[in-house]
Nanobody
Framework: QVHLVESGGGLVQPGGSLRLSCAAS????????MSWYRQVPGKEREFVAF????????SYKAFAKGRFTISRDMAKNTAYLQMNNLNPEDTAVYYC?????????WGQGTQVTVSS
């Protein structure tokens, strides 16, 4: 059974940084893509960033380009989202998603709050 567990969220001041982690278990290899999404109350969950199974391809939503970096450590079955220069509009619950063979798996989310 596949499980995704996010960690690394918290409270940070504007301009600060956080690194989120998403540990995956239950996969037999790294042939799955991973993404980060975020959601604020009352709004739809929105895409943040994507990384391919081999880590060679990434993509970002416009607001994340230049500030966020997605990466993965295949040996640890873990994906990361490095977030720099955070602003209050980045406050949300951040979720990781893994997709393999058209099956999607979600983590439980980690809260990120950007406030002074």
């Amino acid at each position: 059974q596949v499980h995704l567990v996010e960690s690394g969220g918290g409270l940070v001041q504007p301009g600060g940084s956080l690194r989120l982690s998403c540990a995956a278990s239950g996969f037999t290899d790294s042939n799955y893509v991973m993404s980060w999404y975020r959601q604020v109350p009352g709004k739809e969950r929105e895409f943040v960033a994507f990384i391919s199974g081999d880590g060679g391809t990434t993509s970002y939503k416009a607001f994340a380009k230049g500030r966020f970096t997605i990466s993965r450590d295949m040996a640890k079955n873990t994906a990361y989202l490095q977030m720099n220069n955070l602003n209050p509009e980045d406050t949300a619950v951040y979720y990781c998603k893994a997709v393999r063979d058209n099956n999607a798996y979600w983590g439980q989310g980690t809260q990120v709050t950007v406030s002074s």
